[in-house]
C-alpha cells in the first residue's frame, strides 16, 4: 500500500524559506510522478510543482523561480524548497502520487494517492 506522508510545514514571516519533504513507501524506483499541490481556505486545491519519473521538473507560474522541486537525500523522498515566500503561499501542502500522462500532470485528479497534508503559514 502506498503511503505518503508530509513534514516541514510551519509559521514563517514573508521573505523567508521553508523546505517540505515528503517520504513515500510503497512504491518502486521511479514508477510514479511525485507532486505538490496546495489548497487554502475557500479556495481549491491547485497544482504547485512536480517531479516527473524521468526526472523532470514543472511548476505552477505562480511560484517559477522560487519554489524548487527535487528528490531527497532518502529513498522515495521528494523535497519542496519554498523561497521568498509571500502570504498569498499561505495553505495545506500536500504531496501527492501519479502515473498519468505528461499532458494531464498538472490536474489533480490524476493523482491516485496523498499525503495528509502540511499547513504552511506565511505572515508577519
Known amino acids: 500500500q502506498v503511503q505518503l506522508v508530509e513534514s516541514g510545514g510551519g509559521l514563517v514571516r514573508p521573505g523567508d524559506s521553508l523546505t517540505l519533504s515528503c517520504a513515500a513507501s510503497?512504491?518502486?524506483?521511479?514508477?510514479?510522478?511525485m507532486g505538490w499541490f496546495r489548497q487554502a481556505p475557500g479556495k481549491e486545491r491547485e497544482f504547485v510543482a512536480v517531479?516527473?519519473?524521468?526526472?523532470?521538473?514543472y511548476y505552477a507560474d505562480s511560484v517559477k523561480g522560487r519554489f524548487a522541486i527535487s528528490r531527497g537525500n532518502a529513498k522515495n523522498t521528494v523535497d519542496l524548497q519554498m523561497d521568498t515566500l509571500k502570504p498569498d503561499d499561505t495553505a495545506v501542502y500536500y504531496c501527492?502520487?501519479?502515473?498519468?500522462?505528461?499532458?494531464?500532470?498538472?490536474?489533480?485528479?490524476?493523482?491516485?494517492?496523498w499525503g495528509q497534508g502540511a499547513q504552511v503559514t506565511v505572515s508577519s
Open positions: 501527492a502520487v501519479s502515473r498519468a500522462v505528461l499532458s494531464s500532470i498538472r490536474d489533480p485528479n490524476m493523482y491516485l494517492y
Open positions: 510503497g512504491i518502486t524506483g521511479n514508477s510514479y510522478h
Open positions: 517531479l516527473s519519473r524521468t526526472s523532470h521538473t
